[in-house]
């Protein structure tokens, strides 16, 4: 278990990280609390993001900086005009590639978000194949299946059911994996290169060296399936300071395939990259962090991210002990968040209302916590969640790297709320009452 002083000893390297990126660092001590450490990181992130503004103030998608090259740490940019040939030149997002065996292909294009990623890479699927039929899982990402659903059965055919791929004949078949699914992530199905053309892996709830990425690669190319992996870059890639909003889409296939796919696979890269001009989804420079890429980058983000996925698993188990009903609460196998559930509908704005009553309590205690959506950051995040499955709204809880006694005060509390306010109020409270209870 981490210690209060190595967690404060963490944050410091994380800190120093971002501050050496300064033109002139600040003289930085120690933070000696956790609160100390998430406010100082975010100063000095500020900090970060004026001073590249205000250096980059007159560069704009048409007007160059003086130099060849514009920096952002270990990225560098060329461009003519940054919407239409933008090139990035960068570290691997996912370092297994250079270790996987056989000559590969694979092409990286960076966007302005994670879901303009998945726009632009299904866009180029459509230009190319003129119709898909993608096999998603049940609770795969809600705006997924609303982006898939939003072009139109005529055009992009959504699917559960394995035995329909081969049915639909003359058009392409993708396969989806999710990283951000509740269950099921793992063993993936008996899928081989006679039921799919594609693997669709979205990776933003995994860090990029995960042990999973890589038995996903493995698994793609040893059954012959070239991949696209689609990533959301504000969540984990930024030591939990949400630097910018930031997607890529990394195709990779077989150079030896004998079926003939790595030319098809090739086209999707360009294409992909042609979808990005034509939407005007290219990545905004100063969202690169310049912090990242680098050997203390890595260690520091496997690190927090794994103490978050230890938090969430810990915070999850003391609840379920605490409230003596573990249906009401949902862990995730990322280890990113966990939800509380109603048993009860509720409207999006009063489970929301729920949250912001439960984070203003747990924060008058002085516990680090916050009403906000997303995961990864330093505080523990509480918002309302759509919960895929079932459609209904539900309160989610995204735990931080904090030291575990902390996360544990804040599970208490959790558990002494719920009980209070969630429990009593799914058996005969009204919405406008369970409103009033809440925010006393």
């Not at 049915?167 to 951000?180: C, H, K, M, P, Y």
């Not at 918002?383 to 902390?406: H, K, Q, T, W, Y």
């Amino acid at each position: 278990m981490e210690t209060g002083e190595s967690y404060l000893e963490r944050k410091y390297r994380e800190i120093s990280l971002i501050n050496s990126c300064l033109a002139r660092p600040f003289d930085l001590a120690r933070p000696q609390s956790p609160t100390a450490a998430i406010d100082q990181k975010f100063l000095v992130a500020a900090a970060l993001k004026a001073e590249r503004c205000l250096l980059g103030w007159a560069v704009t998608e048409t007007a160059k900086p003086a130099t060849q090259y514009w920096r952002a740490g270990a990225f560098e940019f060329l461009y003519g005009y940054q919407r239409a040939d933008l090139t990035i030149r960068g570290p691997s997002i996912y370092p297994e590639l250079s270790n996987l065996p056989g000559p590969l292909f694979h092409e990286t294009t960076y966007t302005c978000s994670g879901m303009s990623a998945m726009t632009a890479l299904l866009s180029a699927l459509l230009t190319l194949r003129g119709r898909i039929e993608v096999l998603t899982p049940p609770d795969c990402y809600n705006e997924t299946r609303e982006l898939l659903e939003s072009f139109g059965s005529s055009r992009v055919l959504v699917s559960e059911n394995r035995r329909h791929l081969r049915e639909a004949q003359g058009i392409a078949r993708v396969f989806l994996l999710d990283s951000s699914v509740r269950s099921g992530f793992l063993p993936f199905p008996p899928i081989s290169a006679r039921d799919a053309d594609l693997v669709l892996f979205d990776t933003t709830c995994l860090w990029q060296s995960s042990a999973r990425i890589r038995r996903v690669l493995a698994w793609a190319l040893q059954s012959g399936l070239p991949l696209a992996l689609v990533r959301s870059h504000a969540k984990l890639d930024s030591l939990g300071i949400e630097y910018g909003r930031l997607g890529s889409v990394v195709v990779v296939a077989s150079i030896k395939d004998r079926s003939g796919r790595s030319g098809w696979i090739r086209n999707l890269g360009r294409q992909t990259r042609e979808s990005v001009r034509l939407l005007g989804t290219a990545p905004i420079l100063a969202h690169f962090p310049p912090f990242a890429g680098n050997q203390d980058f890595e260690r520091c983000s496997i690190a927090r991210t794994a103490a978050i996925i230890r938090n969430n698993r810990r915070m999850t188990r003391r609840l379920a002990s605490a409230c003596q009903d573990s249906r009401s609460i949902s862990a995730y196998q990322h280890g990113l968040y966990f939800t509380l559930s109603p048993e009860y509908g509720m409207r999006s704005d009063e489970v929301s209302d729920l949250a912001a009553a439960l984070s203003d309590e747990l924060s008058r205690r002085g516990l680090p916590v916050r009403h906000a959506g997303s995961f990864g950051f330093d505080f523990t995040a509480i918002d309302c969640f759509r919960e895929p499955m079932s459609g209904c709204n539900v309160i989610r809880v995204a735990a931080s790297d904090i030291p575990a006694g902390l996360a544990d005060q804040i599970a208490e509390g959790i558990a002494c709320w719920w009980l209070r306010i969630g429990f009593a109020a799914q058996h005969n409270a009204a919405p406008a009452r369970r409103k009033s209870r809440a925010a006393g």
